[in-house]
C-alpha cells in the first residue's frame, strides 16, 4: 500500500487491494489487519485516510505489478496495466524462491482463470514456473504449473517442513499440448 492517492498520486492510482486481500501486521505500533477484510483506514478506491502517518508496513509494501512498473519486474519485465491488483483481481508477489503468489479475494476466486491474470498464468507456466494462488484466509494453495515443475515446488516444501494443504494443478506447456 502507499500513502493516499488522491493526496500523493502514485502508479497505484485508484487501486488499494492490498488494503482488503493482505495480512498487515505492523510490529512497531502493534496494528494487525486481518487477510480479506478491509482495513478500517481504506477509503475503497482512494487510499489511506492515515494521512501521512499509515503504519510502516503499509508505506513499504510493494506488490509486483508495483515493483514492475519501478523497474523491479526482473526477467518478466514492466507488467500491463491490466495486471493492476484491482483490474486483475488478485495481488501478485514473488516468494523466496522466485514462484509467482496470486493473492486473491474470496469474491474474485475466479480471477486466475480469466482475463490478463490467466494469460499471465499461462507464461507462467510455459515458462517452467509455477503459479501459487491463494484465496482468502484459506490455508490451501492452488498451484499450478506444468509436471515437473509442481513436483519440484511440491518436494521443496516438504524439505521446508510447510504443512499448509495445496491443491496440485499440472496443466502442459502449451508446446506440449
Known amino acids: 500500500m502507499r500513502k493516499d492517492v488522491t493526496e500523493s498520486p502514485s502508479l497505484c492510482g485508484a487501486c488499494n487491494r492490498c488494503c482488503k486481500t493482505l495480512l498487515i501486521e505492523d510490529i512497531e505500533t502493534l496494528w494487525f489487519k486481518p487477510r ?48 493492476r491488483p484491482d483490474r486483475c483481481g488478485a495481488i501478485l508477489e514473488e516468494n523466496h524462491a522466485g514462484e509467482m503468489v496470486a493473492w486473491m479475494d474470496a469474491e474474485r476466486s475466479d480471477a486466475i482463470d480469466r482475463g490478463a491474470l490467466a494469460k499471465f498464468v499461462d507464461r507462467e507456466v510455459d515458462a517452467g514456473r509455477v503459479v ?46
Open 36 to 83: 480479506g477484510v478491509w482495513c478500517e483506514h481504506a477509503r475503497r478506491n482512494k487510499g489511506c485516510t492515515v494521512y501521512g502517518a499509515p503504519p510502516a508496513a503499509c508505506q513499504e509494501y510493494e506488490c509486483f505489478w508495483l515493483g514492475s512498473q519501478n523497474g523491479r519486474g526482473g526477467e518478466r519485465g514492466v507488467l500491463p496495466g491490466a495486471l
Open 132 to 177: 501459487v494462488a491463494r484465496i482468502g484466509d484459506s490455508p490451501d494453495a492452488l498451484v499450478i504449473g506444468h509436471d515437473e515443475a509442481v513436483r519440484t515446488f511440491d518436494e521443496r516444501c516438504r524439505t521446508e517442513g510447510n504443512t499448509e494443504p495445496n491443491t496440485l494443478v499440472v496443466r502442459p506447456r502449451r508446446a506440449e499440448a
